[in-house]
Structure formats: structure tokens, C-alpha cells
């Protein structure tokens, strides 16, 4: 599974060579047999085999070279963690060489740092962490001659048996402090309280327990920092875990659904089975996405902590959400069975239910995800105030080498200063005529393109550019024109055309000279696509195309329209298609505009009667035209996909709940929450699929899951919107807030064909099925 990107100091091959290496450990070392026999043993896992965890090398990955480490970064770290847990393990790597080892290493003790740290890396000592107060107990601290005297308890720690010593958290009647706290001082005593998996955790207790100066870790802010870091990096790890967990757990359900027979039939074509397995996939496609975004943020520079933390929470969130219901719908899949202990989908719910609750489960990381951003994110401005002049980067800026700080700047700068003020957001798609000065304009700049390679007069930029460019399109209001050409039609063209198709036409798209409109969907063949009938018959030197195309979007305003044709009806339905491009001008095409539920001509039908077109125009070979309509779909779906359209609900739910006094109001921040996180999620994988779309791959059809979580998410926050807004919620058209001016149910009408668009939700969970997960036919 590809849960790390190419980080820029540990090449992509060796994390390869690590998956394959943790792959054969657990390959070779353990079984489910042996997690079965450690259930309540103490220490509950094996010595022997965490002492092969450490010849490995893994217990050092974190850890600098000056002590003994690999220093490999979290790209390696989650690598390990990942692939023990698929198999269970209950060796505590995370507790003690994540955890553990950072808040020693993040410390100020130089001392404990030497003496401590090549003994976590060679396995000699195993530590825990101690940070879970016990309210009827509170461990109170004082301090006397330079030694700390303890008294109270902790819970919660792990391991629970056999820990050498444990890095304590507490406070002082003056501070924070960290303590380091053998396991053989003088007072202290360890009880052990059992897990849902059979591990076990420990209450600590402390009974005028002395420690000295040298014991301490950090003291004030030193160690809350130090503390909060090691959290952090403490919560990636077991949210890695937790991915390996939902995804073998997954994996065993899918296995489980192909092979068992009820009713004549393998339960895995039952398509209500089937639905419901697409969506724990796409909770664990989510995970992924979200893991990988964490690893690269954390093996980064950035020294930013509180965006640390937002992105430990929000995983660890997101993980352990996942997991869970992965888990427990396995259960329910496997059917009585399932809930027996001799079936070993148990053991994975076992497993998900005491990672996610370890470290803070979901709805505390979301409590915390909330008070960071209260604390710490401030919600854009209208309007943003400039003292400096503005200074437009020259043609051929490289924009991906800016800070993503300094290219958010500029761009939100020049939409603020001359994007027409009347335009900004509209309750429905802008014609074009509305928008082709602003169109024209952007042209010239050079930024009508922005995910175009450079080479054919796009912007070129990374996922990460392209996030913020849609975020702060969306944020000023920048209404979408016409755009099948930019977005579908030339990326179709970079893959399949002829160098004179691409020199004829991508320069004309660029420079909005043709604007192009889609003609995919018929009257009988919208999300059933290889049932078109429009037919295209060769004659001579030209095809000549009669048919009807349905649901193409402003082709009220196309100059020209890229289309399926039948060109043989002889062969297998997908097989006789072709693709061509076709002037309105050309005559026998006529267009029938559409009013939607909102009063809007969005939608046309197309009609062609005896269309003659030159054979130049088509596209690909003969015939080959369900292949570039599948890549175009997933061209289509990755902008379905994409976390443009949540931005203006998002905002605007933001701005009402402030303007309305329900910003602290913790109803209202557990839900705003909860959907601020699916659309980070959502930007996550997003940006993983538009970075693969880039590289000139094709995405395939799980991509379909982009397109559902997209669409689903907006369709929640649209519902949200329209709660806060209260007894407003009902009125059509915008209503002024006071702060702003806001379209409550415009987003909320364009939910229906968002959802429809690109083939329905239903469709792509059934593509899901059948091309990703494997199910099988009814």
C-alpha cells in the first residue's frame, strides 16, 4: 500500500526495501496463533520477538545517528508500523520507540538522552508513557531541596509489564514537568487493568515517590512542547497501525464475501453487500490519503507545531473512525460467524477498538482539532487589506518553487483586485457570456490552465498549488465558466491526439477561442454509457453522425462539442465507440436548452441530423473510444472529485456561525468539525490523485471514490448550511448576514446533479465493486 510519498533525503526504493523486509518479518515470525496464546499472558507479548523487532533496526528509526538511531523519518517509521500491525503484533514499538523516545528526545536532559536512547534502539529498555490523570487520584508533585516528591496515580499506561521505566507528566503547583521514573524506584507499584484485544494496561502508583534534579526531562513550556511533539509523532505511528488493521481486516471481509454461497449465490454479488463494502473501502482509501499527507508534512521542515498537531488530530481522527467500522461491519459481513472467537476478524476489532481509544480517540482529537483552530486559524477576510504595492510575477514564473504562503498571496491578491465584483458567487453556472472578459483576461496571464503542463501553456501546477488555487477561487466567489475544454477535452488531447490535432486545437482552448461542451449521456444511455446510440458512419473523406446527446452542460454556449460515437454494431457494445470533435456550427445540430429545479438553463440537448464532419476529427483509433472515454471520465470524476465545490459552504457555515454567536457553541462545533475534517480528508485525496493524473498515470477506476466522498461531503455541508441559517434557510436568493452576503439554497439545488454527474454515486460504487474490489457478477 502506498502510503508515503518520495520523501527528498530517503529514496522511494528503500522504503520499498523496508515494506518487503517488515512483509517477511511477519511473514516469518508470527502467526494469529501465537496472538491468541499471548492474550493475557504477562508481559503479553514475547521478548524473543521484540528482540528481533530491534536486530532489524526499527526501534532506532526515529532516532538520531548520534545515539544509535537509523534516523529515517516518519516515511519509514509508519512504514514499520503499518506492517506489524497487519499481523497483530502486541510488541509496544509505538509506546516505547515512538513515544517514549521522543519525549526524551525532545527534551532538555542531555544526559538522559545519551543514556537512554541507545538503550530504546538496541531493545535493552522498553519504556511507557504516563499522561492519563486519574481525577479520583491526581498525581500531585512538590518539590523539596532539588528532589520531587510524587504522590497519586496514572492510568492508562502502556506497556503495562515489563516496562524499565516511564516518562511521567505532571504538573507542579508553578509548571509543567517531565519526569524520567525507573521502574524500580522506591514507591512506585504497577497494577495492570485488561484491554479488549487481551493486552493489558497499567495504573501507576506513586506513594512518596522521590526523584532528583537529574530525572528531569523538561520543566515549563519546554515540556509541554516537548510532550505535545511526541504526541504527535506517537499518533501517527498507531494511526499507521490502525490502517494496517482496517485494511487486513478489509482485505479478510472481501475474501470472505467471495467465496461464501447463500442462496445459489456467492454473497458478494448482492449488490446491497456490495455498497456497503464500497463504502469501508472508501473509508480506508480516506486513511491512506490522509496518512500519506501527515508523513509528508511531518518529514518536512516546517517548524509551524500547532499545524503539527491539527494533523495528528485530524488522522488519528480519520484512522480511527475508519477502522472501527471497518472492523465492526466485518463482523456483520462474515455473518454469525463473524462474532465467534475462532473466527479471526474478531481479533481485528479487538485490535481497532484499543488503538483507537489509546492516545485520545476520534471525538477527542476532534475536541482538540476544534480548540486549535479557535486558538490558532483565523477565517479568511472578505476582503484582505494590502499595504505594500502589487508586483505581478513575471511570464514564466515557476510557481511550485514560491512558498505556498507567498503564491496564496498572489493569486488571492489579483482575484480581490480585478475579478468583477457582480460575479462573484453566483447561485448558478456563469454563462458565458458573463464571464469571457474575465476568461480572456486570465488567458493572457498565462493562469487559465493551472493544471496544464507548461509546454501546452498551463501553469503546471503541484496538487498542493492547485488546492489553494481552487481554495481561494472558491473563498472570493470566482464563478466557473465553461471549462469542459480546459479540464476534460485537452488533457484527452495530451494523451490520445495526433501532433496536428494537439497543435490545432490546445492553443485555441488556451486562448478561449473554442469553448467546448461534452456529448457523453444520451436519453437511454446516461450512467449506462456503452448503450449509446448515436451512430457515426463513414462517407468517404467524412463521418456523418445522427443522434441525440442529454445533460451537456452550457452547450447553449459551445463553439464545439467533443462526443461518443457508434461506429460498429457489430462487436461487443464497449467495443464499437469512437470519439470525435465536432463544430456547432457544423449544420444538422441543433441545441435545446434545459431549466433546472432553480429556474437556470444549465443543461441542453444536442440533436444531430445527418452530421457531416471530416475524418481529421477523430480522436484515437477507430473504434478505441470507450478507452479514452474511461480516461476521460476519470479526468471528469478527478474534477468531480476535486475540494473546490466544498469551499463555499464551508465558508459560509464559518461565517454565519460567527456572525450568529455559534462559533464557541459545541453542538455546532462537533458537526462543523466532524465536515471540516472530511473536507481535509477529502483535499488529501484529492491531491493524491491529481499528483498521479499529473505524472501522465492513469488513476483507474478507484479513483470513482473521489467523485462519491466529494459530492456526499458537499451534500452534508450544503444540509449544514442550511441549518444554521435557522428560519432563513428556506429563502431563495442571497440574504445578507450582515458580514457577508450568502445564497443559501443555490449550493444545496446543485447537489442533484453533482451527485448524477459523471456517472451516479450508485454507478461508481458499482464500478468500485466490480474493478476494484473484485466482486463478483450477479
Known amino acids: 500500500m502506498n502510503i508515503v510519498s518520495n520523501d527528498k533525503d530517503f529514496e522511494l526504493d528503500d522504503l520499498q526495501i523496508i515494506s518487503q523486509s517488515v512483509e517477511n518479518f511477519v511473514r516469518k515470525t508470527s502467526t494469529l496463533k501465537r496472538i491468541r496464546e499471548l492474550r493475557a499472558s504477562n508481559p503479553g507479548y514475547d521478548l524473543l520477538v521484540w528482540n528481533a523487532i530491534a536486530e532489524q533496526g526499527w526501534l532506532g528509526t526515529l532516532v538520531p545517528v548520534k545515539y544509535g538511531g537509523l534516523e529515517l523519518g516518519s516515511s519509514a517509521m509508519c512504514m514499520i508500523s503499518e506492517g506489524l500491525s497487519r499481523g497483530l503484533f502486541p510488541e509496544p514499538v509505538t509506546?516505547?520507540?515512538?513515544?517514549?523516545?521522543?519525549?526524551?528526545?525532545?527534551?532538555?536532559?542531555?544526559?538522559?538522552?545519551?543514556?537512554?536512547?541507545?538503550?530504546?534502539?538496541?531493545?535493552?529498555?522498553?519504556?511507557?508513557?504516563?499522561?492519563?490523570?486519574?481525577?479520583?487520584?491526581?498525581?500531585?508533585?512538590?518539590?523539596?531541596?532539588?528532589?520531587?516528591?510524587?504522590?497519586?496515580?496514572?492510568?492508562?499506561?502502556?506497556?503495562?509489564?515489563?516496562?524499565?521505566?516511564?516518562?511521567?507528566?505532571?504538573?507542579?503547583?508553578?509548571?509543567?514537568?517531565?519526569?524520567?521514573?525507573?521502574?524500580?524506584?522506591?514507591?512506585?507499584?504497577?497494577?495492570?487493568?485488561?484491554?479488549?484485544?487481551?493486552?493489558?494496561a497499567a495504573t501507576l502508583l506513586f506513594k512518596s515517590v522521590i526523584l532528583a534534579e537529574k530525572n528531569v526531562i523538561a520543566k515549563g513550556q519546554d515540556a509541554e512542547l516537548a510532550f505535545s511533539r511526541a504526541m504527535d509523532k506517537a499518533l501517527l505511528s498507531v494511526s499507521a497501525e490502525l490502517l494496517g488493521v482496517m485494511d487486513q481486516a478489509l482485505n479478510m471481509t472481501l475474501d470472505y464475501l467471495k467465496v461464501r454461497i447463500q442462496f445459489g449465490k456467492h454473497i458478494g454479488s448482492f449488490q446491497a453487500l456490495q455498497h456497503r463494502v464500497v463504502d469501508l473501502f472508501i473509508l480506508k482509501e480516506l486513511s491512506v490519503s490522509a496518512l500519506a499527507e501527515a508523513i509528508k508534512f511531518f518529514d518536512s521542515d516546517s517548524d509551524h507545531h500547532h499545524q503539527h498537531s491539527l494533523v495528528a488530530a485530524r488522522l488519528k481522527s480519520r484512522c480511527s473512525d475508519s477502522a472501527l467500522m471497518i472492523t465492526r461491519e466485518g463482523i456483520k459481513l462474515f455473518g454469525a460467524i463473524g462474532f465467534t472467537d475462532d473466527c479471526d476478524i474478531g481479533l481485528y476489532l479487538q485490535r481497532a477498538l484499543v488503538l483507537s481509544a489509546w492516545l485520545g480517540n476520534a471525538a477527542t482529537q476532534r475536541r482538540k482539532y476544534s480548540k486549535i483552530i479557535r486558538d490558532h486559524v483565523t477565517i479568511a477576510p472578505a476582503r484582505g487589506v494590502y499595504h505594500d504595492p502589487f508586483v505581478?510575477?513575471?511570464?514564466?514564473?515557476?510557481?511550485?518553487?514560491?512558498?505556498?504562503?507567498?503564491?496564496?498571496?498572489?493569486?488571492?491578491?489579483?482575484?480581490?483586485?480585478?475579478?468583477?465584483?457582480?460575479?462573484?458567487?453566483?447561485?448558478?453556472?456563469?454563462?458565458?457570456?458573463?464571464?469571457?472578459?474575465?476568461?480572456?483576461?486570465?488567458?493572457?496571464?498565462?493562469?487559465?490552465?493551472?493544471?496544464?503542463?507548461?509546454?501546452?501553456?498551463?501553469?503546471?501546477?503541484?496538487?498542493?498549488?492547485?488546492?489553494?488555487?481552487?481554495?481561494?477561487?472558491?473563498?472570493?466567489?470566482?464563478?466557473?465558466?465553461?471549462?469542459?475544454?480546459?479540464?476534460?477535452?485537452?488533457?484527452?488531447?495530451?494523451?490520445?491526439?495526433?501532433?496536428?490535432?494537439?497543435?490545432?486545437?490546445?492553443?485555441?482552448?488556451?486562448?478561449?477561442?473554442?469553448?467546448?461542451?461534452?456529448?457523453?449521456?444520451?436519453?437511454?444511455?446516461?450512467?449506462?454509457?456503452?448503450?449509446?446510440?448515436?451512430?457515426?458512419?463513414?462517407?468517404?473523406?467524412?463521418?456523418?453522425?445522427?443522434?441525440?446527446?442529454?445533460?451537456?452542460?452550457?452547450?447553449?454556449?459551445?463553439?464545439?462539442?467533443?462526443?461518443?460515437?457508434?461506429?460498429?454494431?457489430?462487436?461487443?457494445?464497449?467495443?464499437?465507440?469512437?470519439?470525435?470533435?465536432?463544430?456547432?456550427?457544423?449544420?444538422?445540430?441543433?441545441?435545446?436548452?434545459?431549466?433546472?429545479?432553480?429556474?437556470?438553463?444549465?443543461?441542453?440537448?444536442?440533436?444531430?441530423?445527418?452530421?457531416?464532419?471530416?475524418?481529421?476529427?477523430?480522436?484515437?483509433?477507430?473504434?478505441?473510444?470507450?478507452?479514452?472515454?474511461?480516461?476521460?471520465?476519470?479526468?471528469?470524476?478527478l474534477n468531480h472529485g476535486s475540494p473546490r465545490r466544498v469551499q463555499y459552504p464551508l465558508l459560509k457555515i464559518e461565517m454565519i456561525a460567527r456572525q450568529q454567536g455559534l462559533w464557541n457553541d459545541s453542538e455546532f462545533q462537533s458537526k462543523y468539525v466532524k465536515l471540516r475534517l472530511d473536507t481535509e480528508d477529502l483535499a488529501a485525496a484529492y491531491a493524491r490523485f491529481a499528483d498521479i493524473v499529473r505524472s501522465g498515470r492513469n488513476p483507474g477506476p478507484v479513483i470513482s471514490f473521489l467523485k462519491i466522498w466529494a459530492t456526499e461531503t458537499f451534500q452534508n455541508l450544503t444540509e449544514m448550511l442550511i441549518e444554521i441559517a435557522g428560519e432563513l434557510g428556506s429563502v431563495r436568493g442571497e440574504i445578507d448576514f450582515g458580514a457577508d452576503i450568502v445564497d443559501i439554497l443555490g449550493p444545496y439545488y446543485c447537489v442533484f446533479p453533482a451527485t448524477i454527474a459523471a456517472g451516479s454515486n450508485e454507478i461508481q460504487r458499482n464500478i468500485i465493486a466490480r474493478h476494484v474490489l473484485h466482486l463478483p457478477n450477479v
Open 95 to 200: 509506546a516505547s520507540a515512538v513515544f517514549a523516545m521522543s519525549t526524551i528526545l525532545y527534551g532538555k536532559n542531555d544526559e538522559l538522552k545519551s543514556r537512554l536512547l541507545p538503550q530504546i534502539v538496541s531493545g535493552a529498555l522498553i519504556a511507557g508513557v504516563a499522561y492519563v490523570d486519574n481525577n479520583n487520584n491526581k498525581l500531585l508533585v512538590k518539590s523539596l531541596n532539588n528532589t520531587y516528591v510524587l504522590n497519586g496515580s496514572k492510568l492508562q499506561v502502556i506497556p503495562a509489564y515489563r516496562a524499565d521505566g516511564y516518562v511521567v507528566k505532571l504538573a507542579t503547583d508553578l509548571d509543567s514537568i517531565l519526569l524520567w521514573v525507573p521502574f524500580d524506584t522506591k514507591g512506585l507499584s504497577v497494577s495492570v487493568i485488561p484491554l479488549a484485544d487481551g493486552s493489558q
Open 392 to 637: 505581478d510575477s513575471p511570464p514564466g514564473t515557476e510557481w511550485n518553487d514560491m512558498t505556498d504562503d507567498e503564491f496564496r498571496k498572489e493569486i488571492r491578491r489579483y482575484f480581490e483586485m480585478n475579478y468583477p465584483n457582480h460575479l462573484r458567487y453566483l447561485n448558478r453556472r456563469a454563462r458565458w457570456s458573463e464571464t469571457k472578459d474575465w476568461a480572456h483576461r486570465m488567458s493572457q496571464k498565462g493562469w487559465i490552465a493551472p493544471a496544464w503542463p507548461r509546454e501546452f501553456g498551463g501553469m503546471g501546477l503541484s496538487p498542493s498549488k492547485l488546492i489553494i488555487w481552487m481554495e481561494e477561487q472558491e473563498r472570493w466567489g470566482i464563478a466557473r465558466a465553461p471549462d469542459q475544454g480546459i479540464l476534460l477535452l485537452g488533457p484527452v488531447l495530451m494523451r490520445y491526439g495526433t501532433k496536428e490535432q494537439i497543435e490545432t486545437y490546445l492553443p485555441k482552448i488556451i486562448s478561449c477561442e473554442h469553448i467546448w461542451a461534452q456529448g457523453y449521456s444520451e436519453p437511454n444511455a446516461g450512467s449506462d454509457l456503452a448503450s449509446l446510440r448515436t451512430e457515426s458512419i463513414a462517407d468517404g473523406d467524412f463521418y456523418v453522425i445522427n443522434g441525440i446527446k442529454i445533460w451537456s452542460t452550457l452547450a447553449q454556449d459551445a463553439t464545439h462539442i467533443f462526443l461518443l460515437a457508434r461506429t460498429d454494431k457489430a462487436v461487443k457494445k464497449q467495443l464499437g465507440i469512437s470519439f470525435f470533435l465536432v463544430d456547432v456550427n457544423t449544420p444538422g445540430i441543433s441545441i435545446r436548452p434545459i431549466r433546472n429545479i432553480e429556474g437556470h438553463e444549465e443543461f441542453c440537448e444536442i440533436f444531430f441530423t445527418d452530421v457531416r464532419i471530416p475524418k481529421r476529427n477523430l480522436i484515437g483509433e477507430l473504434n478505441n473510444g470507450w478507452t479514452i472515454a474511461k480516461t476521460l471520465l476519470g479526468f471528469e470524476r
